[in-house]
């Protein structure tokens, strides 16, 4: 039996980043760079004033005071969008308002709370500092700066930034299509009447919108019946896409036909892996096409194709990090850990005053769904001995699209 | 001046859940339940075998031991989908497959590695205990169980278990519809060129792409100049919407003309939040739609949304939970309190042995865009005076979309 690094190691091994493509900024959501984003401007790309006031030459207010005030001859205005044309002179002064180039000359803007103006002069009860209320060119971006590493993973943060930088459209890496096809006679989709003997079709649903969530974009194929015949013309649908996940038909049973076909049709691994839930994996090739073949039980084709399906996808993206973050969390009840098996007990994390502290979701039989319900975590179990007691600290990976940057 | 809790409240007092619509379960990942699911059978829906094996009667197997073996007569086959058409009698054996029901009669499944199977018998060594490898109806699941609760948002755990249960399609709240419109006559798209004085509107890409993960549809009205005529003509394309979000405009400068056209068309609430970044907020209806005006500076205008935006978006979408989960942090760094504003500082959150961590992303003046990278949380500075210390705590809210059950 494979260890989970082993297994995930050689499921890697056999993807690599699709190619890129160009997006508008802002249909860039969810994607990955395929390049490093670097800033074609400056941020801000002129010097502006902070404030609506006056802008001025902070010489000319050395000298100003409640009792002798100083006077500057008002001699325009810049609003936002316009550039003042000409250059300040000494002793005036240029109504500017927030986000307005500094004229040429100006070294300051003075808010307006703080000075008067009547008949065409500003009055100045106090000297201004040089650079008061000035955001100079640059400030916060310079030219040239790393905006987004390739491999980052754009938000509408990463997204506010390279618009700000007037970066669009981007390189982007093309999203996967993953087909996605459950196996077995006894499957019925939802929404159809079930007959005696038969179960609703989860997996295929579940598989949709975490491939989804992964980045990728699905391609439902339905089930397939325990037929050879059946499955080899699913299968040949299947064929052509960045990848195949199937669900059942891997373990021991008479009418386990996925990996017979992966052996029959091309290359084929099939392990266990000391893994559980888990355990039974098929990985191998249809032609071109690589196909990841998940357990049937619901709780462990979700375990498993986080931990070798969604890293698959993710390398095909191109992403910085294919998998989850894993965090130190304190166990609220007790784990028994064992000796041939790494367990991934779906847990709910609360926060008790600072500690990250986990919950079981309840039963961890891999047939109980129940189990995924509210889950926020994978809490590893790894092998060995004895047990985990409440208290104690065990690492956790977060089922999380969104914390990429928690360390 | 408001406090974030009355500006906050003024604002939801406005919002309501929007109508309840049908969709199929595959189309439904990050939907919210407009009414509570309710399971409409077992799960599993009939007692079945969870191995590969023989069904038999555990009272069969009473006496079997290595010495005097049990030999039951192979009667038939039932594999997944199927149904054993009879009753097992006494001294029957049935080849059965995982998942498929086990047949009248039986209570036991000895898996296959613990037969040996000759000539049409099963002779089995142990005595075999009832309930065996055996899945009880209803173990998972039973009818009319609370299967997700009205305002849950559907994940692929949810799907999984509704699925699982056969419901689809869902009922579940219309998605907002959100017009989103930049306001100066500064702004110029990003991929377009840019003249003097001007810079990029950034404000509609994030909010674009933060309306999206709030699981509203955005719809773009790009940026109206500061002419009154102009900003009408956008505001009427605007209407009819279910909300609309505009950036810019609400300050006291002279170009100001959002608040001005509330004033002019409808009923106008101005505010000034004890909030930083933030503060100028604009909130009334143009007609029957709501409008709320953000500040331009892309800082403030992005937290202004996560405060203000995002819970009107979710109360519209019917979510149980309208804001962000509120967690306890411990602070790497020294905050200032202020006594006059709350401050909502753009932290990246690490884990440090269990601990959560907060490291501010950087310098945080509200036109820093480069302080929203990678931010993943809100770390909350409460009203006050003082400092709080490296080592102390503090509330943050998670920016994350996929925590909803952290408590």
Redesign the interface.
């Known amino acids: 039996m494979l260890s989970v690094e082993e297994a995930r190691e050689r499921v890697l091994a056999r993807f690599h980043p699709l190619e890129a493509e160009q997006a ?3 249909e860039a ?1 969810g994607r990955v760079l395929a390049e490093d984003a670097l800033a074609r ?1 400056s ?4 010097t502006n004033s ?1 404030m ?1 006031g006056y802008a001025l030459r902070s010489a000319d207010t050395r000298a100003a005071s409640e009792q002798a005030p100083v006077r500057l001859r008002l001699v325009g205005e810049v ?5 003042y044309a000409d250059e300040a002179q000494p002793g005036e002064a240029i109504r500017i ?5 500094l004229p040429a000359g100006a070294d300051a803007a003075l808010q307006q709370e703080l000075t008067e103006v009547a008949d065409g002069w500003v009055t100045i009860r106090q000297p201004v500092a040089p650079g008061t209320n000035v ?1 100079h060119a640059g ?3 310079r030219p040239g700066a790393l905006l ?1 590493r390739a491999g980052v993973e ?16 981007v390189r982007v890496r093309r999203r996967p299509r993953v087909a996605i096809l459950a196996t ?9 009447p ?1 007959k ?11 598989l ?3 491939v ?2 992964a980045g990728a974009t699905p391609v ?1 194929l339905g089930a397939a ?2 037929r050879a015949d059946a499955l080899r013309e699913k299968l040949a649908q299947a064929q052509g896409h960045d990848l195949i996940l199937t669900s059942g038909g891997v ?5 386990d036909l996925v990996k017979q076909m992966l052996g029959e049709q091309g290359e084929m691994e099939f392990w266990r892996v000391r893994i559980r839930p888990g355990k039974p994996l098929a990985f191998g090739f249809l032609g071109e096409t690589p196909l990841l073949g998940l357990p ?1 039980n ?1 709780v462990s084709a ?1 375990v498993t194709f986080e931990l070798f399906g969604r890293p698959a996808i993710r390398r095909m993206l191109g992403a910085a990090r294919v998998e989850r973050p894993s ?4 166990l609220a009840g007790e784990e028994q850990r064992r000796a041939d098996r790494r367990q991934f007990v779906r847990v ?9 502290v986990a919950h079981t979701t309840g039963a961890q039989d891999s ?4 189990s ?5 975590a994978l809490l590893i179990v790894p092998e060995g001995e004895g047990v985990i007691r409440p208290g104690e ?1 065990a690492q956790a990976l977060l ?5 990429p ?3």
């Open positions: 508008p900024l802002t959501l401007e941020s801000p790309p002129f902070a609506d609003a936002a969008g316009s550039v308002l927030t986000g307005a180039p955001r400030e916060d971006v987004a754009l938000g509408p943060a990463e997204i506010a930034l390279l618009a700000s930088l007037g970066v669009s459209p077995g006679d006894e499957l019925v989709a939802p929404g159809e079930l005696p003997g038969q179960i609703y079709n989860s997996n295929s649903p579940y949709i919108a975490a989804a969530r439902a019946p325990d373990s021991v049973g008479d009418y049937g619901p979700a965090i130190t969390v304190t709910r994390l609360a926060s008790d005053d600072g500690q990250l047939h109980l769904i129940s995924l319900q509210g889950a926020t600290k089922l999380n699209d969104a914390l940057w928690l360390e």
